[in-house]
């Protein structure tokens, strides 16, 4: 019998939806390098979250107090102020390091959430990934370079919002298992805004009309880019739409080039290589351990017709859908 997996119509609208949000968000990227030459990194994250969140007034008008209802307010306090943090990282890395250089940095993401996931979560995580995690740390090593005479503190600044950005997604991991997609990220931009607005007051300058337009912009291309990206998780494999996302990095430097002549040297390329290509690895090894627990899951608890056969049981699955390590040798019936 035939799976039923994702048509290639399917595929194909998720490829385009996830170049789609690449673009968008390689532009939002630009366009925060670009501002932040003239305002101050702490006031266009405010802008940014201001109009982030005014797509979302129409859902909490339609919703009311029983749309924002939550029993773990503490725990969206804490994903809104790590949320912030990275954001405050991202927003000044940006102001004073080549874009392309911070994008090949922030595709640590994953990386980094692995480890999180094994300390905070105790997800188990063993030899295969751990060696995908060490060179992805080798790749962010050879971009940033902090024991060599090109050492960036902008560089740093992105590994470190990276970091606050993994934090953030290990308290959404959590939040998505009683609250609502909707109800996490109003409840961000609830925070989030009031939270950036003070310290953008203390470096606050009046926007001029251009200035106010490329912001709004940014925040357009921001959520355009979060749209295409959520429809293009849906339409096809998220392990596979992934690969994608990493067109981020050349539309950044092209477009990065264009506007500011900047060029990406030859240890940024290497080492987004790296990063790359172990980001992919742990996305991969995340979709086929996803696929196994759902084909443990509809594994019979109870013994099979054969009485001869050794019934699978909660305490035996485990071997059938071992993670990184070598196949567990397969039990015979006994005779």
Same mark, same amino acid.
């Given at each position: 019998?035939?799976?039923?997996?994702? %048509?290639?119509?399917?595929?194909?609208?998720?490829?385009?939806?996830?170049?789609?949000?690449?673009?968008?968000?390689?532009?939002?990227?630009?366009?925060?390098?670009?501002?932040?030459?003239?305002?101050?990194?702490? @006031?266009?994250?405010?802008?940014?979250?201001?109009?982030?969140?005014?797509?979302?007034?129409?859902?909490?008008?339609?919703?009311?107090?029983?749309?924002?209802?939550?029993?773990?307010?503490?725990?969206?306090?804490?994903?809104?102020?790590?949320?912030?943090?990275?954001?405050?990282?991202?927003?000044?890395?940006?102001?004073?390091?080549?874009?392309?250089?911070?994008?090949?940095?922030?595709?640590?993401?994953?990386?980094?959430?692995?480890?999180?996931?094994?300390?905070?979560?105790? @997800?188990?995580?063993?030899?295969?990934?751990?060696?995908?995690?060490?060179?992805?740390?080798?790749?962010?090593?050879?971009?940033?370079?902090?024991?060599?005479?090109?050492?960036? %503190?902008?560089?740093?600044?992105?590994?470190?919002?990276?970091?606050?950005?993994?934090?953030?997604? %290990?308290?959404?991991?959590?939040?998505?298992?009683? *609250?609502?997609?909707?109800?996490?990220?109003?409840?961000?931009?609830?925070?989030?805004?009031?939270?950036?607005?003070?310290?953008?007051?203390? $470096?606050?300058?009046?926007?001029?009309?251009?200035?106010?337009?490329?912001?709004?912009?940014?925040?357009?291309?921001?959520?355009?880019?979060?749209?295409?990206?959520?429809?293009? $998780?849906?339409?096809?494999?998220?392990?596979?739409?992934?690969?994608?996302?990493?067109?981020?990095?050349?539309?950044?430097?092209?477009?990065?080039?264009?506007?500011?002549?900047?060029?990406? *040297?030859?240890?940024?390329?290497?080492?987004? %290589?790296?990063?790359?290509?172990?980001?992919?690895?742990?996305?991969?090894?995340?979709?086929?351990?996803?696929?196994?627990?759902?084909?443990?899951?509809?594994?019979?608890?109870?013994?099979?017709? *054969?009485?001869?056969?050794?019934?699978?049981?909660?305490?035996?699955?485990?071997?059938?859908?071992?993670?990184?390590?070598?196949?567990?040798?397969?039990?015979?019936?006994?005779?």
């Amino acid at each position: 019998m035939q799976s039923s997996g994702p %048509t290639e119509n399917n595929v194909l609208r998720g490829t385009l939806l996830m170049i789609g949000s690449a673009f968008c968000m390689a532009a939002m990227a630009v366009l925060i390098r670009y501002i932040t030459q003239e305002v101050h990194p702490f @006031e266009a994250a405010f802008f940014r979250n201001l109009f982030g969140l005014l797509p979302m007034l129409p859902w909490i008008l339609s919703h009311g107090r029983d749309g924002l209802k939550t029993e773990r307010f503490k725990l969206h306090f804490m994903r809104a102020a790590l949320g912030l943090g990275a954001m405050l990282c991202l927003f000044s890395a940006l102001a004073m390091t080549p874009a392309a250089q911070v994008i090949a940095i922030n595709f640590t993401l994953p990386i980094l959430t692995t480890v999180l996931a094994a300390l905070i979560v105790r @997800e188990v995580v063993r030899a295969r990934r751990w060696s995908a995690v060490a060179i992805g740390f080798v790749g962010a090593m050879v971009i940033i370079r902090p024991f060599g005479q090109t050492f960036e %503190t902008g560089a740093i600044l992105a590994l470190v919002a990276t970091l606050f950005m993994a934090c953030a997604m %290990t308290t959404v991991k959590m939040l998505s298992q009683t *609250d609502s997609a909707n109800t996490i990220v109003t409840w961000m931009g609830l925070i989030m805004t009031p939270l950036s607005f003070l310290p953008a007051l203390y $470096y606050w300058q009046t926007p001029t009309l251009w200035q106010l337009g490329v912001l709004v912009l940014m925040g357009a291309f921001a959520t355009a880019g979060q749209q295409l990206l959520v429809r293009a $998780y849906r339409a096809a494999d998220q392990s596979y739409v992934m690969i994608f996302d990493f067109l981020r990095l050349p539309f950044v430097a092209v477009m990065a080039f264009i506007m500011f002549g900047e060029t990406v *040297d030859i240890w940024t390329w290497a080492g987004a %290589t790296l990063i790359i290509g172990s980001a992919l690895y742990i996305a991969r090894r995340e979709a086929v351990l996803a696929k196994q627990a759902r084909i443990e899951a509809r594994l019979p608890t109870s013994a099979p017709a *054969d009485a001869q056969a050794i019934p699978v049981t909660k305490i035996d699955r485990p071997a059938l859908a071992p993670d990184d390590g070598a196949a567990a040798p397969e039990r015979k019936p006994d005779a």
